[in-house]
Structure formats: C-alpha cells, structure tokens
C-alpha cells in the first residue's frame, strides 16, 4: 500500500488517524480535517519519526489498530475524536501501540466554539510535542542495551510506568531514570530524553 513505511528499524512510525466527528457536531468537520492535515505536517518535522501520509491513514482508517499497522508498517497509531455539547468544542486524542493495540497517551482538550480556529495552532501544537516526547523516549530507552543488568531492569521499569500515561506514574518514572543517569553516567544525555518523555502530562497544567 502507498504510504506504508520504509525507515530505519527501530524508529517510531506513528500513523494519524482521521478526526471523527459525530453527527451531533457536523459543523466541526472542516476544523477535523484542518487538525488532521496539521498534526500530520507538524510531526513530520521531528527526525527522530516516521508519519504515515493522511491519505494512507485514511485508507485504513476503520481497521483495527493492529491491522492498521499491519497494513502501513505503522508502530503506532493516533486516533481522535472531536466533540460538542452547545458552543464547547472537546478533542480527545489517544496513543496506541499496534502491536498489541495498547494505549499509552490520552489527552482531553477542551476548545471553546467562539475562537476554535484561532486556537488551532495551540491544539496542534500542544498534541505534537506530547507525541513526540513519547515515542522519542519509548524508543531511545527500548533500543538501547545496557552492560549493567542493573540498569536496563530500571529502564524496563521506568518504561512500564511511562506507559500509563498519569501524573503519578510519570513522576515514579522521573524518579527510576534519575537512578538511571546515577548509575550509568556514559548513557546521560540519552537518559534524558526519558526524563524528557516524563513530564509529559505533569507539563500540561490543564490535564
């Protein structure tokens, strides 16, 4: 299929799903489509990535996520749905692991019907760096294979806990990877991008 990835092995390969828009808020379509096109564009830019073009995630878009990923050579997938209850606009966005259709990451973010556009780029913005920091942590973490038995046990439990994807979690990941940077200095700045990857929901003062 077009758009099923050839990357380097070991590297996020994340496909963006439409936007679904329920009947009740058919008015929203345009700015589904509009966030679709511009998360795609804007995660594009991260090197550390590979996306799946919107046409393609398009074409597999009512499979399951394991087929989806199948089908794309996608390692995960992104699916949103936008909302409305009178003028209140909410997006609800989630992370899923393909292989064995997990979820990692899920944001709830409200946007107010009288300025919905011109909160686009903050929307888009705001779910981008959260994916990025993610995956970019995820996979440096997993590739990497440490001497001290020690250490790659820490790593594997930091992971778990990142996976859960909730303030506290997170904050006990923080935590295991400063023993990490401790225990293997050598490895530092690459620690860090799971440091990184941890604040991720404590960041976002509206989660």
Same mark, same amino acid.
């Given at each position: 299929?077009?758009?099923? +990835?050839?990357?380097?092995?070991?590297?996020?390969?994340?496909?963006?799903?439409? /936007?679904?828009?329920p009947?009740?808020?058919?008015?929203?379509?345009?700015?589904?489509?509009?966030?679709?096109?511009? /998360?795609?564009?804007?995660?594009?830019?991260?090197?550390?990535?590979?996306?799946?073009?919107?046409?393609?995630?398009?074409?597999?878009?009512?499979?399951?996520?394991?087929? +989806?990923?199948?089908?794309?050579?996608?390692?995960?997938?992104?699916?949103?749905?936008?909302?409305q209850?009178?003028?209140?606009?909410?997006?609800? +966005?989630?992370?899923?692991?393909?292989?064995?259709?997990?979820?990692?990451?899920?944001?709830?973010?409200? /946007?107010?019907?009288s300025?919905?556009?011109?909160?686009?780029?903050?929307?888009?913005?705001?779910i981008?760096?959260?994916?990025?920091?993610?995956?970019?942590?995820?996979?440096?973490?997993?590739?990497?294979c440490?001497?001290?038995?020690?250490?790659?046990?820490?790593?594997?439990?930091?992971?778990h806990?990142?996976?859960?994807?909730?303030?506290?979690?997170?904050?006990?990941?923080?935590?295991?990877?400063?023993?990490?940077?401790?225990?293997?200095?050598?490895?530092?700045?690459?620690?860090?991008a799971?440091?990184?990857?941890?604040?991720?929901?404590?960041?976002?003062?509206q989660?």
């Amino acid at each position: 299929m077009e758009g099923a +990835a050839r990357i380097v092995p070991g590297t996020p390969v994340i496909a963006v799903m439409p /936007i679904s828009v329920p009947r009740t808020a058919k008015q929203a379509e345009l700015l589904a489509e509009g966030l679709h096109e511009d /998360i795609c564009a804007a995660l594009s830019r991260f090197r550390s990535l590979a996306v799946i073009s919107p046409n393609s995630a398009r074409a597999v878009a009512d499979l399951s996520d394991v087929e +989806a990923g199948s089908r794309l050579g996608a390692s995960h997938v992104m699916r949103a749905r936008l909302d409305q209850h009178k003028e209140q606009l909410r997006l609800r +966005a989630s992370l899923i692991a393909c292989a064995k259709a997990r979820q990692l990451w899920v944001d709830d973010i409200p /946007i107010s019907g009288s300025d919905m556009f011109s909160l686009r780029d903050e929307v888009v913005g705001r779910i981008t760096s959260s994916l990025h920091a993610r995956l970019d942590g995820i996979a440096r973490a997993e590739a990497r294979c440490s001497a001290d038995p020690k250490v790659h046990g820490l790593v594997l439990h930091g992971l778990h806990l990142l996976r859960r994807g909730t303030p506290e979690t997170d904050e006990k990941a923080r935590a295991i990877f400063e023993q990490v940077l401790a225990r293997d200095p050598a490895n530092a700045g690459q620690r860090r991008a799971d440091q990184a990857a941890a604040h991720g929901n404590e960041e976002d003062p509206q989660r």
